[in-house]
Nanobody, 126 residues
Framework: EVQLVESGGGLVQPGGSLRLSCAASGFAVGSYAMSWVRQAPGKGLEWVSGINRYGGSIDYADSVKGRFTISRDFAKNALYLQMNSLKPEDTAVYYC???????????????????RGQGTQVTVSS
């Protein structure tokens, strides 16, 4: 059974940092393109960052470029998102998601993912 479990969210002041983790089971994270996506209250799903199947391509949304770093640990079968210089507009539920084979890159629509975790809340506020 495929499972994705996020952790590491919380309340942080503007300018602070958080590191999100996503523990995967039922498949190898190295065999799929993986992404972090987020959903703010009242808004649609927003793609944040992605790493392709072989790790040769890493991409970021313009809104987080230079502040967020995505990484993957094959031994731990996990995906991470290091978030620095956080802003109030980064407040959202963050999900890790597995890209469906054959979908576009970056996968911007929710139907381009075949699995997504339950999410972890990130709140940036003073």
């Amino acid at each position: 059974e495929v499972q994705l479990v996020e952790s590491g969210g919380g309340l942080v002041q503007p300018g602070g940092s958080l590191r999100l983790s996503c523990a995967a089971s039922g498949f190898a994270v190295g065999s799929y393109a993986m992404s972090w996506v987020r959903q703010a209250p009242g808004k649609g799903l927003e793609w944040v960052s992605g790493i392709n199947r072989y790790g040769g391509s890493i991409d970021y949304a313009d809104s987080v470029k230079g502040r967020f770093t995505i990484s993957r640990d094959f031994a731990k079968n996990a995906l991470y998102l290091q978030m620095n210089s956080l802003k109030p507009e980064d407040t959202a539920v963050y999900y890790c998601a597995r890209r469906r084979y054959g979908s576009s890159w970056p996968p911007l629509r929710s139907d381009e993912y075949d699995y997504r975790g339950q999410g972890t809340q990130v709140t940036v506020s003073s």
